[in-house]
């Protein structure tokens, strides 16, 4: 249902407080512009622990998969799993979750994203 409703709505993926909004920018352009690819990854991570979107083959490490997310944080179980994953792939994530560390997203981390999902015009204009 959550997956339904962010198809419907983009703007309703949620990085709740975990500083992941590189990734969530990327998830609402997927889920507005791929939204069967979006689906189907997010399936795949949920049911399989592993996903690909564009060229990203994406397994997440078992922290992620395995996190207990606080029903207090206001973060969707469907959107951590999209979004931790996502961030995943390019940079390792702290075993203790720690919002305060959990570090951001450069431009060129998300320019990197987009292309590998499959998104054929991105433009990186952090360098202007």
Known sequence: MQLMNRVLKPN???????????????????ALKKPVDYVTFAISLAENGQGAIGSRRISPEATILNYDLPATDGMP??????????????????????????????????????????????????HI
């Open 12 to 30: 309703l993926v949620n990085q709740g407080g975990y500083g992941i909004c590189g990734p969530a920018a990327v998830a609402i352009d997927l």
């Open 77 to 126: 179980q469907a959107d951590w799993l999209v979004l931790a994953s996502l961030r995943n792939d390019t940079s390792s994530l702290q075993s203790d979750f720690n919002k305060a560390s959990y570090g951001g997203s450069t431009g060129d981390e998300m320019f990197e994203w987009m292309v590998k999902c499959g998104f054929r015009k991105v433009v990186l204009m952090s």
